[in-house]
């Protein structure tokens, strides 16, 4: 088995964070200004695209809202994992060299 190191699993969920949250932050703001041009599509177009429009935007939300929520979670395992692995090694009774 492959040695554990703490330090390494909290910097990978702070590498997640860092490169992942920020590209999800701004396509939510660019859904968001999307959004804006959802009351105005209704008279501008047709109603099936006007609607359509709308539907591809709140699952987009949705999507991005759930992306966040699993990074979040990814990113807590990570953290858990590395306390209870570095909390076990502290709590180990077998040290080496005696």
Do not use: C
């Amino acid at each position: 088995m492959g040695k554990v190191v703490p330090e390494d699993l909290w910097e990978l969920a702070k590498q997640v964070e860092a490169q992942v949250v920020p590209p999800l932050d701004k396509a939510d703001a660019a859904l968001y200004r999307g959004r804006e041009i959802t009351a105005g599509m209704f008279t501008s177009t047709t109603m099936t695209l006007a609607s359509t429009y709308a539907v591809a935007v709140e699952f987009m939300a949705q999507e991005l809202t759930t992306k966040h929520a699993d990074i979040d979670a990814f990113a807590k395992l990570l953290r858990d994992t590395a306390q209870n692995w570095a909390d076990t090694e502290h709590s180990n009774t077998m040290r080496p060299g005696g």
